[in-house]
Structure formats: C-alpha cells, structure tokens
C-alpha cells in the first residue's frame, strides 16, 4: 500500500501540522491492520490449528479393551475412603458412566474396611503392575503434548472428588515425571462450585513442589458455576513444551510456564476416576448416593506444523 501525502501550502507550520495529522492516520492505519489480522487469525477454525490423534465417543456398548484398562480392587492411599471396582464402570446410551455408591468391601492388604466402591479408567495399563490382566492385542494410548479434553457431567455432593489427569509413561517415580490434573471438583467448602486445574512436579521422589497454587474456575473473586453437576462442560489443556494451559468450555483461566514450574516432557495417558476424599470437616452424606460421572467424549491433538 503506498500512501501519498502532500501539504496544502509550504508554510512551515501548515507543514509540521499535517505531517503530524499524517503520523498519527499512519499510526492509526497500522494499528488497525493489526487488529484485523488478530481477527483472523482468532476467527480460524480450531479444526486448522490441531490434528486429531484420538478420539472416543463411547458409542456401543463396552469400552475399547485395547485401549481403556479399568482398575478392580484397586486404592489409591488414605485420603480416598472409596474402593475401586470394575463394576462401577459401565458404557451406556454412548456415555462412559462411573457409579460411585455405597459398598461394604474389604480392600486388597485385608486389613482396611470401605464403605464406598467408584471406578478408575485409564489409558495406559502396561507397566501398572496388571500385565497379566492385559489382552494380548493391548497397545493402551499416550502421547507427548497436545490439547486434552473432555466433555463430561461432574457427580455432585459432599466430599466427592472426579477428576480427570495424566500421568507419565514409563512410569517415573512421582511427581518426578509430572502429573497433569486437568479438572478436579471437590466437594467441600469454598470449592463446592468451581473446578481446580493443577500441575505437580518434582526434582526428587515425593517431594512435590506444587504449593498449593492451582488454578480455579471461576476464581475465588466471582460468582461460581452452579451447573458443573447438572450440565456438561468441557474441561481442556493445552500442553506444550514450555507450559500447560488450563480451559472450561473454551475459557482459558490458567497457566503454568517453564519459569515457574518444570513442564512434563514424557508421554502421558489418561486417567478417569472418583474419588472420595477423606475429610472429617466435610463427610460423605449417605443419602446423596449414588452418584454418577457422565463423560460423553474424550479427545487428544497435536498441533499442525
């Protein structure tokens, strides 16, 4: 584009006036340019910016062996009052559905009583101490980086805990090799109508150098979202090698960067669960089960190059 600029006479002070008038239309013209190509580039379809690498909508009436791997008899440490069993996962009306209900159980040390079953779904079995239970035509999915999401309705009441996260593969002492949660809901307190995005590290087994600072949707500062259990939502990242990037419905609302935290470089697998948290200051309520945890759809890309 060539502008041409020409004074109405040559008086000097006509001349520094329109020169100005002319700097400032340029200015003018250029910061418009430039927000018209940030309006292009946003209004391109997310379809051109990723590659779908897996997607599963669970339609049909089991999940995909070779792939998904559910936990039976399985816990997950002392601050989860819930047993794992394979019967709290069924598919269903194309949903992947996690009952979460009352069961006397004992849990696989025969020692520890539970009171409640929920189910655990993960990606990527091999190496999880359940080899043996594997099909033999098991290939489980993982992979480095990409947009993660999940579209799913959250069960709802006191002390319940779904979540949705990654983990590394090969299996790294933890968090050494990171840990992706990409949405946890807790049943408790001031966290009762929001969703929590969180990112753990380590250089050292177990010592963990998240401290406390996740991310919360919406923020503490603005009203909460009442519909996490009555509605579905799509819960997101998206991980690159210098940061994670937290998403609801499309709203990025968190980030974690490579200067302020170490970034997982391995392959990572899904993991989709209920728990239960043990808290003696907010109990699991009897009457509010069973709960369910409706996931419609999960899907993973890679950005195209």
Request: a positive charge; proline letters at 7%.
């Amino acid at each position: 584009i060539v502008l041409h600029f020409t004074p109405a006479n040559s008086l000097l002070d006509r001349t520094v006036r329109c020169t100005h008038c002319f700097f400032n239309s340029y200015m003018m013209f250029g910061h418009l340019v430039v927000l018209l190509l940030l309006h292009i580039i946003a209004a391109q379809p997310l379809a051109k910016q990723w590659e779908v690498t897996f997607f599963d909508d669970f339609n049909g009436n089991k999940l995909n062996d070779t792939i998904w791997f559910v936990r039976n008899n399985h816990t997950h440490g002392p601050k989860e009052l819930e047993l794992y069993l394979k019967d709290a996962v069924t598919v269903k009306d194309g949903e992947l559905v996690i009952k979460t209900y009352i069961h006397d159980a004992t849990g696989p040390n025969g020692k520890r009583k539970y009171k409640f079953a929920s189910g655990w779904v993960m990606s990527d079995a091999r190496g999880n101490a359940v080899d043996a239970e594997l099909p033999p035509n098991y290939t489980g999915f993982a992979q480095q980086y990409g947009k993660w999401e999940v579209r799913a309705k959250l069960p709802g009441g006191d002390a319940l805990w779904p979540a949705h996260w990654l983990m590394p593969k090969p299996n790294i002492c933890w968090p050494v090799g990171g840990e992706i949660d990409i949405m946890e809901w807790v049943g408790r307190g001031k966290l009762f109508d929001r969703v929590l995005g969180t990112l753990h590290w380590a250089k050292e087994c177990g010592k963990d150098e998240w401290k406390g600072n996740n991310g919360k949707y919406p923020p503490l500062n603005k009203p909460g979202i009442h519909t996490y259990n009555t509605s579905y939502h799509v819960f997101s990242v998206e991980w690159s090698e210098d940061k994670v990037v937290w998403f609801v419905d499309d709203v990025p609302y968190h980030i974690r960067t490579q200067h302020n935290s170490t970034i997982p470089s391995h392959p990572m697998y899904w993991i989709l669960n209920t728990a239960i948290f043990n808290d003696t200051k907010w109990p699991p309520v009897l009457k509010q089960f069973p709960q369910y945890h409706h996931i419609d759809w999960v899907r993973v890309s890679k950005r195209r190059t």
